[in-house]
């Protein structure tokens, strides 16, 4: 290959990537306008086009954001931060006309957290296997994503900036090789969320035809303008700014610095945070579906208006990256207790639960009652509700983990498989003890399913994989086998049934 041959001729001008692999990437490409000082709580506003050649050959910076919560769990990462930060990373395996499928990525992290560029991400072997076009997203996190005050801020240009790079992707993704009307976007935790907000918006459905949802957290809807507003409220006075007309105080937050709404942020989270809840302040604002039961039935009726077909899964132990660590090991037991009561309504949950673990701690209960509430008895509902629609609809469980971990099948842990990008997860304390052959299989195994559905619609490929109905929930289930499973949960028993 030559430099020519990593010329992409956009509407809005020319860029020149970098070889990756067997790919060629495309690196801190803008899709908006940088969202700096008076664009700062603005929405995304369209690109300007410029002349000569764009030099796409190295990241940008990722946006403003504390560390991650989850950081040990997950390994760490370093990247510079800045507020011009709405870019995408565009891997492909050759410029040409061969309109190939595509995949975007929103990235988890509790809209507080991550970017679309980390190495985490990299589509490069998606790229190469799949021979497709994948797009990983930046968008803008925290107060500067997800703020609420009328005036100012709706609550919704995280998700606005998502928007944005899916339209800039449907304009301009066949100058990289790909094609327009075959886009599935792909979302974990609360990228999978944002799909499902987007779902019910009507502006959104020429914009992608599959969703893959990956642990998405479906039972902590998006929050109402009152809980937003709290939240709003409660950070504003960490930062020192008292109430005062819109116009003032927004040129107040339009000169705060980052660092200074980094560190109101973290103040926020920590004095907000409640026993057992793994709730962010931040989230997006939609009064309408701010209930569980609204959000579910909204996202699966939207994907079904939009034809959009759906994978939908979660890991087996999600809450063990939140709670499997040294402050939790000795929890106040009754603590424990009233977070049970207060989650399921019944005093004997914790005794249901106890008899299902049989030995375990009180961590561990927590850790399943967490899990199923926020991930996977919501997700099921969506399930449910998404294939009576008539969506197609297909639902996986990852189970698998290395021998004797203590965070299991914990929220994050597919990443690495779905990616191929275990290197890029060699710090990771979830992949400790892991072996590597195991890994490698079950990775190209579910990999080879999600390219599946990418290309063709359909995971299935040389393992049966049923779509998804109420009356056999057939699930796929990822463990130290691989194969269909009904009836996911046992849900017959528990306080959900």
Same mark, same amino acid.
């Given at each position: $290959? ?21 790919? +060629? ?21 369209? $690109?300007?086009?410029?002349?000569? +050649? ?71 072997? &998606? ?35 998502? +928007? ?36 019910? $918006? ?22 109402? !303008? ?12 960490? &930062? ?8 003032? /105080? ?16 973290? !103040? ?83 005794? /249901? ?15 399943? &009652? ?85 290309? !063709? ?18 699930? $796929? ?21």
């Amino acid at each position: $290959m030559t430099e020519k041959d990593f010329l992409a001729n956009t509407s809005l001008g020319v860029l020149q990537g970098i070889k990756s692999g067997t790919v +060629i990437q495309f690196r801190g490409v803008p899709y908006a306008k940088p969202p700096v000082k008076d664009l700062r709580f603005a929405p995304p506003q369209e $690109m300007s086009s410029w002349t000569g +050649i764009r030099l796409a050959r190295e990241h940008g910076p990722i946006p403003p954001q504390p560390p991650s919560r989850l950081s040990s769990v997950l390994g760490d990462f370093s990247r510079p931060q800045d507020e011009d930060c709405l870019t995408l990373t565009i891997s492909t395996p050759a410029i040409d006309k061969k309109a190939r499928p595509v995949l975007v990525f929103l990235h988890g992290g509790g809209y507080l957290t991550g970017a679309g560029s980390l190495d985490w991400y990299d589509g490069s072997t &998606l790229a190469h296997e799949g021979d497709l076009v994948v797009v990983g997203v930046n968008y803008r996190l925290g107060v500067l994503g997800f703020l609420y005050q009328p005036g100012i801020s709706d609550g919704q240009l995280g998700i606005q900036d998502m +928007i944005a790079a899916l339209e800039w992707v449907k304009d301009n993704i066949a100058d990289f090789g790909g094609d327009p009307n075959q886009i599935t976007v792909m979302g974990q935790s609360g990228g999978g969320q944002a799909i499902m907000c987007m779902l019910t $918006m009507p502006e959104t459905r020429r914009l992608f035809q599959r969703a893959i949802l990956q642990s998405t957290p479906v039972g902590a809807p998006p929050f109402s !303008k009152a809980t937003a507003l709290e939240y709003g409220n409660q950070f504003l006075s960490l &930062l020192g700014i008292k109430t005062r007309p819109a116009r003032e /105080l927004i040129q107040r937050l339009k000169t705060e610095t980052p660092a200074n709404l980094i560190m109101a942020t973290g !103040k926020l989270v920590r004095s907000t945070a409640s026993f057992g809840d793994v709730t962010p302040p931040f989230m997006p604002v939609f009064e309408d579906i701010s209930t569980q039961e609204h959000f579910i039935q909204a996202a699966a009726d939207g994907a079904a208006t939009a034809r959009v077909e759906v994978i939908i899964g979660t890991n087996g132990q999600e809450a063990n990256a939140y709670f499997n660590v040294l402050s939790m090991q000795k929890p106040d037991l009754n603590l424990v207790s009233q977070r049970f009561l207060t989650l399921t309504g019944r005093g004997d949950a914790i005794d /249901l639960y106890r008899q299902r673990r049989p030995g375990g701690t009180a961590v561990d209960l927590l850790s399943d &009652l967490t899990t199923d509430h926020y991930f996977l008895f919501p997700s099921l509902k969506f399930a449910d509700a998404a294939s009576k629609a008539g969506v197609r609809t297909w639902v996986y469980q990852f189970d698998w983990s290395p021998p004797n971990s203590p965070f299991k099948a914990c929220h994050c842990i597919e990443l690495p498989f779905v990616f191929g990008t275990l290197s890029a997860w060699n710090s990771a304390p979830m992949l400790n003890g892991a072996d590597s052959s195991v890994v490698k299989d079950l990775s190209a195994a579910i990999r080879h399913m999600w390219l599946a559905f990418v290309k !063709k619609g359909n995971p299935e490929l040389n393992i049966p994989w049923p779509q998804y109905r109420s009356d056999s929930r057939q699930t $796929m289930q990822f463990g130290d086998t691989v194969g269909p499973v009904g009836d996911l949960g046992g849900l017959t028993w528990r306080y959900h049934a």
